[in-house]
C-alpha cells in the first residue's frame, strides 16, 4: 500500500477525477471510467478469471446447474487464481433454488486442529498467531462444501465439472496480469515453507504476465476427488499425506482433524433497507456488520446528499466504525459462542446505536454496543445463474493471498492461514481452542425484493467485505447506478485500529479513510474539517462480482473492471 502526503494526495485526487471524467465521455455521462453490463437470455456466470467464467457457461450449456457452473468455475479458480484461493481453504454460499423458492447458506469453514492449544501459543510467547507457516493452518472446508452443495444443486457428475480445470493443470494456461503481480509479491515471502517453492514456482520465481502455468499435482489431486469423492480428501491417502507432511514440518493439523470435518447448512439472516431484503451468513463470517451499516444509514436521506458528497462518505464511515465496534467484541464459532445476532441487526439497536451519530464531527473511538458475557486484503468470488432460475452466490479464500505457504508434496495446492484470525486473549468470543472456527473475513450476499430474488452479488478483500457490500447497495438504491457503475464507482475504505486477529477494535483515533481516486478535492477538505484523517492508497478496495434478474426475461452481469475477471452469459 503506498501512502501520499494529505495535500499531495489531494491534488492527486482532483487530477484523477478529471482524467477519469475526460477517459469517461460517453453516453452515460459518469464522472469515472465505466462499461456496459453484460445481458443474457438464459444463463450468466461472472468470476474474476476469463477462463473460468467460459467454464461456468460451458457447464451450464451442457445441461449443469448455476451450482455445477459454480463448482466448475471454483476449481478453475484455484489453478488460475491461486494467490486468491484452493482447495487448501474454506468456502461459504448462499443459494436461491427456484424449486423451493427460497434462499440456502453453507458454512464451508474448517476448524482449528484438535492437538493444538492456547497454552501452546503461550509457551512460544506469541501474543499474536503468525500469518504463515503451520501455526495458522486450519482444516479447508472447500471440497467438503463442494460436495454438499452439489448434492442438493448439482446435476452433473463431480467428474464433468472438475474435467476443464484438470486439463488445463496438465496443458497449461496463460497467467493474467493482476494475478501475476500477487503472485510475484507472495514468492518471497512463501518459499521457505517446504513445498512451496518446488510446487508454485518456475525456476524459483512466479510466473510471469502471459507465461504459461502448468500443476500436474494438483491435477492429479482433483482427478482422485472426482472419482473418491470427498472422502478421498479427508479420509484417504491425500489425508495420510497431509498428516505426514505436517507431523514433519511442527505442525499441528492430523488426519483425524480432516476425517472428522464437516461443514454445515445455515439460515441466512437478513434486514430490509428501502423495500430490499439483503441477506447474508450469521457468524462466525463478517456479513450481518454490512447488514448493521446499513440500518444505521437507513434514516438519512443519501440520495439527496448525492454521491461522493461530505455527507455520503462522512456518514458511511461512521456507520462501519459502530458496526466494527460490535464485529470485534462478538462475531464468533455459533458453537462457541453465541452473537445476538436478531438483536445486532434489528432497526430498534440501529436507531440506539445511531444516536453517537454526529453530522458534524468524526467519532474518536467506537466501542461495541453489546459487551460478550465472556467464556472460555484476498479471495475470489463468483455467481452464477441458470435457465431456471437458480442463481449460486460463492466466495472461497486460503486468506492473506496464497495462503499459509504450507504446501504437502505432489498435491498442488497451499493450506490456508484461516487461523491467523483467532486471537490469543482468554475469554474473548474469538479466543484460540482447538477443534474451533476462526471469525471469518469470507462473505456472500444475495438480495431479494417482494420475496423474488434481486441480486446476488459479493465484494472481496478483508475487512472491505461487508463495506463493498454496503457500498453497491448504495450506489443502486440511493444513487441510481447501474450494475456495472456500482461497481466501477470510485471506492471508501475505512482502517480502524486492528487487533492481532485483523479485527477492527475500539478506536482511540478515528482511524484512516483510504478514498479511491475519482472523488472531489472538495469532499476530501470537508471531510478533513469534520475530523477524519484521510489517506490515499493504491488497491484495498476489494473485487466485485454480480448478476441481476432483468425485470425483463434472463438476467444482467458485471464484474470487477480493477482485476482480470468477467462476466458473460448466453
Keep these: 500500500m503506498r501512502l501520499l502526503s494529505a495535500a499531495l494526495a489531494a491534488a492527486l485526487v482532483l487530477a484523477a477525477g478529471l482524467t477519469a471524467a475526460n477517459a469517461a465521455d460517453r453516453v452515460t455521462g459518469k464522472p469515472f471510467a465505466t462499461r456496459s453490463e453484460v445481458y443474457a437470455p438464459e444463463a450468466i456466470a461472472a468470476t474474476s478469471h476469463p477462463l473460468a467464467t467460459q467454464i461456468a457457461l460451458q457447464t451450464m450449456r451442457e445441461g449443469g446447474s448455476a451450482m455445477d457452473a459454480a463448482i466448475a468455475a471454483n476449481a478453475a479458480l484455484g489453478l488460475m487464481e491461486p494467490t486468491g484461493n484452493g482447495i487448501g481453504g474454506d468456502l461459504f454460499a448462499i443459494v436461491w433454488d427456484p424449486k423451493t423458492k ?46 454438499a452443495l452439489h448434492a442438493k444443486f448439482g446435476k452433473r457428475t463431480m467428474v464433468q465439472n472438475l474435467a476443464p480445470t484438470i486439463a488445463y493443470a496438465r496443458n ?75 507431523k514433519a514440518n511442527d505442525g499441528f493439523l492430523r488426519y483425524e482433524d480432516l476425517a472428522a470435518h464437516r461443514g454445515e447448512w445455515v439460515e441466512p439472516v437478513s434486514t430490509n433497507y428501502r423495500g430490499y431484503d439483503v441477506w447474508e451468513l450469521p457468524p462466525n463470517g463478517q456479513g450481518i456488520a454490512a447488514l448493521q451499516i446499513l440500518n444505521l444509514l437507513e434514516p438519512y436521506d443519501l440520495k ?45 439497536y440501529a436507531r440506539e446505536r445511531g444516536k453517537l451519530m454526529s453530522m458534524d464531527r468524526a467519532m474518536k473511538a467506537a466501542e461495541p454496543g453489546i459487551i460478550p458475557e465472556l467464556n472460555e486484503g484476498d479471495t475470489i468470488y463468483l455467481t452464477t445463474a441458470d435457465k431456471d432460475g437458480m442463481m449460486v452466490s460463492l466466495i472461497q479464500s486460503n486468506y492473506r493471498g496464497m495462503g499459509s505457504g504450507m504446501t504437502p508434496p505432489g498435491l498442488g495446492f497451499i493450506f490456508q492461514d484461516r487461523g491467523e484470525q483467532f486471537v490469543l486473549k482468554r475469554g474473548h468470543p474469538n479466543s484460540f481452542a482447538p477443534g474451533k472456527r476462526p471469525f471469518h473475513t469470507i462473505i456472500p450476499a444475495f438480495v431479494t425484493k417482494a420475496g423474488k430474488p434481486w441480486l446476488s452479488y459479493g465484494v472481496m478483500g478483508g475487512a472491505m467485505q461487508p463495506q463493498g457490500h454496503v457500498q453497491i447497495l448504495l450506489n443502486m438504491i440511493d444513487f441510481g447506478m447501474n450494475l456495472q457503475e456500482a461497481g466501477d464507482a470510485p471506492r471508501i475504505q475505512h482502517d480502524g485500529s486492528t487487533d492481532p486477529a485483523g479485527q477492527a477494535i475500539a478506536m482511540s483515533d478515528g482511524g484512516e479513510v483510504d478514498l479511491e481516486s475519482g472523488f472531489p478535492v472538495e469532499t476530501v477538505r470537508a471531510l478533513m474539517r469534520k475530523g477524519h484523517s484521510v489517506r490515499f492508497a493504491d488497491g484495498p478496495y476489494g473485487g466485485y462480482q454480480a448478476i441481476m434478474v432483468n425485470p425483463n426475461g434472463g438476467y444482467v452481469g458485471a464484474s470487477e473492471s480493477r482485476k482480470d475477471g468477467m462476466a458473460a452469459g448466453y
Aim: charged share 25%.
Design 102 to 147: 427460497k434462499l440456502h447458506g453453507y458454512n464451508g469453514s474448517g476448524r482449528s486442529p484438535k492437538a493444538l492449544t492456547l497454552e501452546e501459543f503461550e509457551r512460544r510467547g506469541l501474543t499474536d498467531i503468525p500469518p504463515h507457516g503451520p501455526l495458522p493452518v486450519t482444516v479447508p472446508g472447500t471440497v467438503d462444501a463442494w460436495f
Design 304 to 348: 439527496s446528499y448525492g454521491f461522493g458528497s461530505p455527507e455520503h462518505i462522512h456518514l458511511f464511515v461512521e456507520a462501519k466504525k459502530l458496526a466494527f465496534a460490535d464485529r470485534a467484541a462478538s462475531y464468533a464459532d455459533p458453537d462457541h459462542y453465541k452473537t445476538p445476532v436478531a438483536r445486532l441487526i434489528s432497526k430498534d
Design 172 to 246: 497449461g494456461h496463460p497467467v493474467h496480469e493482476v494475478i501475476a503481480y500477487y503472485w510475484g509479491r507472495s514468492v518471497p515471502t512463501l518459499s521457505k515453507w517446504p513445498g512451496f517453492k518446488e510446487q508454485f514456482t518456475i525456476d524459483g520465481r512466479a510466473p510471469r504476465k502471459g507465461e504459461m502455468w502448468r500443476n500436474p499435482h494438483l491435477a492429479n489431486t482433483l482427478e482422485k476427488i472426482a472419482n473418491g469423492g470427498r472422502d478421498a480428501f479427508y479420509a484417504g491417502e491425500i489425508a495420510r499425506t497431509i498428516d505426514a507432511y505436517f
